[in-house]
Nanobody
Framework: QAQLLESGGGLVQPGGSLRLSCTDS?????IGWYRQAPGKERELVAS???????AYANSVKGRFTISRDNAKNMVYLQMNSLKPEDTAVYYC???????????WGQGTQVTVSL
């Protein structure tokens, strides 16, 4: 099971930026972030596969960018033009093989507010 370490959450004003980081120690098929706001279901925000294919939720397209540094086993989520509705706990995940189960990080809080 991959060990996931997340960092980079915090409080930011609307229109601001944050960068989340996640490191894993295993060989993976895909890695990325889900988020969960109070009273809502967990939703996929962004993902990237070992082949470099990316996917984004419609609500973050054009504002968020996921990237991977394979040499460092690090994945980054650059979040720009943040909105109050982006407020949530963001969870890094990895998927060892396509169609397999997901491993989760501990979550990091992102709060967008004045």
């Amino acid at each position: 099971q991959a060990q996931l370490l997340e960092s980079g959450g915090g409080l930011v004003q609307p229109g601001g930026s944050l960068r989340l980081s996640c490191t894993d120690s295993g060989s993976i098929f895909s890695i990325g972030w889900y988020r969960q706001a109070p009273g809502k279901e967990r939703e996929l925000v962004a993902s990237i596969t070992r082949y470099g294919n990316t996917a984004y939720a419609n609500s973050v397209k054009g504002r968020f960018t996921i990237s991977r540094d394979n040499a460092k086993n690090m994945v980054y989520l650059q979040m720009n033009s943040l909105k109050p509705e982006d407020t949530a706990v963001y969870y890094c995940y990895t998927q060892i093989r396509q169609g397999g189960s997901l491993d989760w990080g501990q979550g990091t809080q992102v709060t967008v507010s004045l």
